[in-house]
């Protein structure tokens, strides 16, 4: 069974930084493209960042150079979030896919205050 289950969101003021990690299990492997997607409430879900199986990675424009994406031999991949602004509050979801298979994660909830 695939799963991919997010953990690190949190309550962050502004300015801060969290580390998100998504863990991967099942048929899941370094094939696969791997990446964030997040959701404000009352939005559409929004890509934020990708990680090729050879470690190629793109961003958002308005992440980039404030979010950085990365992933390991474990199957883990994670998301650095700096310099961290409010319109960054959202639930932040990560995905995998490989030709026509996507799979997602439930999602970490990332709340930027003041």
């Known amino acids: 069974q695939v799963r991919l289950v997010e953990s690190g969101g949190g309550l962050v003021q502004s300015g801060g930084s969290l580390r998100l990690s998504c863990a991967a299990s099942g048929s899941i492997d370094a094939n696969y493209v791997m990446g964030w997607y997040r959701q404000a409430p009352g939005t559409e879900r929004e890509w934020v960042a990708m990680?090729?199986?050879?470690?190629?990675t793109s961003y958002l424009d308005s992440v980039k150079g404030r979010f950085t994406i990365s992933r390991d031999r474990n199957r883990m991949v994670y998301l650095q979030l700096n310099n961290l602004k409010p319109e960054d509050t959202a639930v932040y979801l990560c995905?995998?896919?490989?030709?026509?298979?996507?799979?997602w994660g439930r999602g970490t909830q990332v709340t930027v205050v003041g």
């Open positions: 995905y995998a896919f490989r030709g026509a298979e996507t799979y």
């Open positions: 990680i090729t199986s050879v470690g190629t």
